[in-house]
């Protein structure tokens, strides 16, 4: 399992700053849904914290709980232990996976093709890549899978649905995925809904997600992080029908 700490982060571009969290952490073994409006900074912080954008100030560190192998000698459970690593450090990056933009795709490559390649990616053997492929093949469809077509050909939708896949193939302890409900019809947005939870549940693994659509975010979302001008000013870890309500006044004065 893996946390996400963030320590005086800061990034601006000229004189505005866009990204300002003096201290947060993102738990362990939890969806959580990341929402703001426009500008919020909420792709930029997922920049920051996957080392995709320099910050200006500050620090984002993964927090791997590990266990030990073997039972103590007092046969107590292993005491499970922490391990810091900072996200400029590569040694992250075969536990963490993202998909945020169409930049992430190989666009030349057939689905499959592109799957293969982010297995290699991850010291996996894609001898397995059919089996890892069955929990998700009602969501990619026979549009996808078992096709010729380059993953340019596709559609925006199915092109997202390549994008999420591939994100949770590796199996990894965080997964993040920026606006993942757009593009795909109702049906498929209830479908990754629940492949969401699953995976969550599954892997014990944190699903950071953003999304301007409330609704899917909360149907999901153990925890529910506000963004404001690049700031944190709400961090809801226990979603009840009052914290739906207050969320859903914000964006409703935000549009007034």
């Not at 201290?23 to 990341?34: T, W």
């Not at 390649?117 to 397995?128: D, E, P, R, S």
């Not at 404001?228 to 914000?250: A, C, M, Q, R, V």
Request: hydrophobic residues 40%; aromatic residues 8%.
């Amino acid at each position: 399992m893996v946390a996400i700490s963030i320590n005086k982060l800061t990034k601006n571009f000229g004189d505005k700053t866009v990204v300002s969290i003096p201290e947060f952490c993102f738990p362990a073994n939890e969806i959580i849904g990341l929402v703001g409006n426009n500008g919020a900074g909420k792709t930029t912080l997922f920049r920051l914290i996957l080392n995709l954008l320099k910050a200006n100030g500050g620090s984002v560190d993964f927090l791997f709980e590990e266990c030990q192998e073997d039972s103590p000698a007092n046969g107590l459970p292993p005491t499970p232990s922490t391990k810091s690593i900072a996200n400029y450090d590569n040694a992250w990056k075969s536990q963490i996976t993202a998909y945020l933009d169409e930049a992430f795709l190989i666009e030349y490559l057939t689905a499959e093709e592109f799957f293969s390649f982010i297995l290699k990616a991850h010291n996996i053997q894609t001898i397995g890549l059919e089996e890892r492929l069955e929990d998700y093949r009602e969501f990619l469809s026979n549009e996808i899978l078992g096709q010729t077509k380059y993953i340019r050909e596709l559609s925006a939708g199915n092109k997202q649905k390549v994008g999420i896949v591939a994100a949770l193939l590796p199996k990894a302890s965080a997964v993040i995925l920026d606006e993942p409900f757009n593009f795909l019809d109702p049906s498929s947005q209830n479908l990754l809904k629940k492949l969401l939870v699953d995976y969550k549940n599954k892997y014990h693994a944190s699903v950071i997600i953003s999304s301007h659509n409330l609704q899917h975010t909360i149907d999901i979302s153990d925890r529910v992080v506000l963004m404001e001008h690049g700031e944190i000013i709400k961090n809801i870890d226990h979603i009840t029908p009052e914290s739906t309500k207050i969320l859903s006044e914000y964006f409703k004065s935000a549009r007034t």
